[in-house]
């Protein structure tokens, strides 16, 4: 898509990927559903399976050409996340527990005040970690090794 970079940038998101949303403006107003992406760089979010519009695609060496569906970006202020209680779409507020852990919950004129869960696809990751030590890795035997004692004089610079 050919949007351009947002001129004034949200710098603390409160919606998230993974997130259950209800579109509050445009085509698709009154539907919800997953987020699958988050553009930040746009201020922008993809919902899984709404705002399709249709892209003409020209035949290539390896694919087939034709007009598919895709989902096109929604900016974030038409979409709402929805109250687990209520249904209905609601502002999301940060509060801290007793015990000190810091949660989303529902605010607004319809919302329960319930507390909104971390989606669970956050917890996994996109890329995984590497396993093995890389050729460019330190080896865990020079990490350890100790090379200044001030004491012993180890490592110390000659002034």
Request: charged residues 30%; contains cysteine.
């Amino acid at each position: 898509m050919g949007w351009k970079a947002a001129e004034k940038l949200i710098r603390h998101w409160k919606i998230l990927r993974g997130d259950n949303v209800m579109i509050i403006r445009g085509k698709d107003k009154g539907e919800s559903g997953l987020i699958k992406r988050v553009i930040r760089s746009q201020n922008r979010v993809i919902v899984e399976g709404k705002n399709l519009v249709k892209k003409h695609i020209k035949q290539g060496e390896g694919h087939t050409g034709g007009i598919f569906s895709i989902e096109a970006p929604l900016h974030v202020s038409n979409v709402q996340v929805v109250d687990p209680v209520t249904g209905k779409p609601c502002k999301i507020g940060y509060k801290y527990l007793e015990d000190g852990t810091k949660v989303r919950f529902a605010r607004g004129m319809n919302a329960s005040g319930a507390v909104i869960p971390r989606p669970e696809i956050l917890k996994e990751r996109r890329k995984p970690r590497p396993t093995s030590p890389g050729s460019k890795d330190t080896p865990i035997e020079l990490v350890l090794e100790k090379t200044y004692d001030e004491k012993a004089g180890i490592g110390m610079p000659d002034l």
